[in-house]
């Protein structure tokens, strides 16, 4: 298998992480099993905002790779016979009157459960998951996207590009370098909070932020911008 190919494999799976802002935990978990199934040997540290911090090599702090691996989602507010309400967690997030996109509902177990979300309202807050209760979910539980990731000659389509491009692009830089510092960022998709707590923990001389943007000059879709 090509390496081209190997990274799609790979951020197919990691596109398809529930990994909602405050609930990054299987993000980690994933990035951890991946470090070790591939053999890199890693120091890593889960700290209290919940970035993953992973050290290679020996080297003190200089040079950080840093990328966000929380995606924008919804918490459940409200719970109905028929819907539940949720809100945006996220910062930047617009919902125009009658959108309507396919999610999944995450209980406490972590279960998922599909369902629709809907804009009814012109007010951004009122938000609904249609969807089948039978008494599985509570007030807090996360909600998030479906990726419906799919690949048609050199394009690929998905929700949740932003971020996981980065973190695909980290752990393969992880497999090329002997010393690195690499920061798998939480809450940044509100305000950014996880990797401003790690700057100023870890102190890193100089940081490069990978993060997923729109080609506006090109339209050709999600970059990756440095």
Known sequence: MTKQNKLKQLLQKIVEIPSVSGNEECMSQFILNYLGKNNHEVKSEIDFKGNLICQKGNKPFKLAISTHMD???F???GIKKDYIE?????TLEKFNYG???QVWVIDSKGNKYSGVLS?????DNLLKVYIENKGQFEIGNFVCYKSNFSISEDIISSAYLDNSMGVAVALDL???VKNGTFIFSALEEMGSQGVGYAVVKYKP???VVLDTTYD????KGAKLHL
């Open 86 to 90: 949720v809100i945006g967690i996220h």
């Open 119 to 123: 804009n009814e309202s012109k007010d």
């Open 71 to 73: 995606k924008v989602g």
């Open 99 to 101: 959108f309507i996109s």
């Open 205 to 207: 001389s100089n940081i």
């Open 174 to 176: 992880i497999s090329q």
């Open 75 to 77: 918490l459940v507010s």
């Open 216 to 219: 506006i000059e090109n339209g």
